[in-house]
């Protein structure tokens, strides 16, 4: 892994002085990682985000990890707010959805593995606490995308990502409503994500339900509830240590 330092300007007091427990992966959604550098080191444009790993594996570092980025923006997990002060975030070169999605090189996926490793050996972060900006922002964002080795990540140590489960049949979907609905929005909000308590199977429990896909289950994008999915949610929730 080579690194390379390329300080953003785009960087503040993490608030209350507290520590990373969070670590947040992007896409660039950029041509290449020229334009993701203007991007991330511009005045103008206010984001930044702790490194930037690009498609021949190269690492730049960013903004030190001790500083707030700013990579988050709005975003939300459990009771968390300020994603920014509590989290490192990277972003993965990558064209995105906007560029034409592509998939992730093995040199610059062995690059992060060894990347977020490090990371996770300095800081005292959970494998539950290591998400994609589409988790924490499942109305905003879509980043990493559906072709992100979260899978790959997880067996080297990093993130959690559920074996191949299966539930029983039946399917939740939009316009829905009723009790079955209130508890997939129950079992979603306990995990971590910001869903409505409705009952009703409305348009952002539909993006998050999208949100969850993408990260556990990508091989099926229709923002339909089934029974595979639910199994595969409530593993999840058993790796989770209670929150205070």
């Known amino acids: ?43 103008v444009a206010e984001v930044s985000a702790h490194y930037l790993v690009d498609t021949d594996g190269t690492v730049i570092h960013l903004v030190q990890e001790r500083r707030r980025a700013w990579h988050a923006g709005r975003g939300s997990w459990r009771t968390r707010g300020d994603i920014n002060s509590r989290s490192i975030g990277i972003e993965v070169q ?56 979260w899978a790959t990540l997880a067996a080297a ?30 079992d979603l909000s306990r995990f971590g994500y910001a869903v409505p308590m409705t009952a009703t199977f409305c348009p952002v429990t539909t993006a998050v339900v999208l949100a969850f896909q993408r990260h556990y289950h990508p091989e099926r994008l229709d923002g339909v509830w089934t029974g595979t999915l639910q199994a595969k949610l409530a593993w999840l929730i058993r790796q989770c240590p209670g929150e205070g």
């Open 94 to 149: 990558n064209p995105g959805h906007r560029c034409g999605l592509a998939p992730f090189p093995d040199i610059q996926v062995a690059a992060l593995i060894t990347l977020c490793q490090r990371i996770l050996g300095r800081w005292p972060i959970r494998p539950d606490l290591v998400l994609g900006h589409s988790d924490i922002a499942p109305t905003r964002k879509r980043d990493p995308g559906e072709l992100f080795p």
């Open 157 to 186: 140590g990093i993130g959690l990502y559920p074996p191949d489960l299966t539930g029983p049949g039946g399917r939740i979907a939009e316009g829905m409503r009723g009790p079955l609905v209130f508890r997939l929005q129950t």
């Open 1 to 43: 892994m080579i690194v390379q330092a390329l300080p953003s300007p785009n960087h503040n007091d993490r608030a209350g002085g507290i520590d990373p427990d969070m670590l947040i992966l992007h896409y660039t959604d950029t041509v290449d990682a020229a334009e993701a550098l203007a991007l991330l080191t511009s005045r």
